[in-house]
């Protein structure tokens, strides 16, 4: 990660990027060779952070790897699951078990925020595998979500057994560490630190680069994101994080 084009980075800045960015790759040299039947619940990392502080790149970085799998923004733990008891947590209804799976279908292939979930078509393939794969892993309703991100970045026919370390990228989620570990004790994060200066730049060109687009402006849904976006984080108690 090098210094942004909308701020001149110190040496400093830069070092701490670099540091980020090669920590990344060792985690996942180093946890290559886990052994997959300690699957499902224990080799799993989650990427957390301030926004724009390059969670996004950690994430692709860690799955150019065969047998690594970071699925994208679900916002599990601080939407989802924060609704719920611990009854309905450990034991949940068919109802609501089946409503999180329909969810999870929808959201696959798709970005978190930016699309109206309750207009995309569900993908009743993807939705039969993930209700097999969450079985699979347990009753709880912990399972569905392990299972979606084992099964979204699989492909349709991508095999399960080679995957050897899964997890999830959703900076909010570094709030969220509590119900994390509740839920997989096991689990590792990787907790993104950037200079404010590039978080803030990193800012900026995000709001250019969605809401105009070869002169036009884009969806109403982008609109959306950026009014969750205001409303969701505080710019200078994300970047001190």
């Known amino acids: 990660m090098g210094p942004d084009a909308g701020y001149v980075a110190g040496p400093a800045a830069y070092l701490m990027d670099r540091i980020a960015f090669l920590q990344a790759v060792q985690f996942c040299d180093e946890n290559a060779g886990m052994s997959p039947g300690n699957l499902p619940v224990k080799n799993c990392v989650f990427i957390v952070g301030p926004s724009r502080s390059g969670t996004e790149l950690v994430r692709t970085v860690l799955n150019r790897h065969p047998s690594v799998r970071i699925a994208p923004e679900t916002h599990y733990f601080e939407d989802m699951r924060a609704r719920l008891t611990k009854d309905e947590i450990s034991s949940p209804p068919v109802a609501l078990r089946d409503s999180l799976l329909v969810h999870f279908a929808r959201l696959h292939g798709g970005i978190y925020g930016l699309e109206t ?4 078509a569900v993908d009743q393939r993807f939705l039969e595998k993930l209700s097999k794969a969450s079985l ?5 309703i912990d399972s569905v979500f392990a299972a979606y991100c084992m099964l979204t970045m699989a492909g349709p026919d991508g095999p399960v057994d080679e995957l050897e370390v899964w997890g999830e990228k959703t900076p909010r989620h570094v709030f969220a560490a509590d119900a994390i570990v509740e839920a997989f004790p096991e689990a590792r994060f990787i907790v993104m630190v950037r200079d404010p200066r590039g978080v803030a730049a990193s800012y ?6 969605w809401l105009v687009e070869d002169g036009r402006e884009i969806t109403a849904e982008v609109r959306r994101e950026m009014r969750r976006v205001r409303r969701s984080y505080s710019l200078t108690l994300n970047a001190l994080l």
Do not use: C, H, I, P
């Not at 979930?117 to 995309?120: G, N, V």
């Not at 699979?136 to 709880?140: H, P, R």
């Open 117 to 120: 979930l309750e207009d995309r």
């Open 136 to 140: 699979a892993l347990g009753a709880g």
């Open 204 to 209: 900026r060109d995000w709001n250019q680069r």
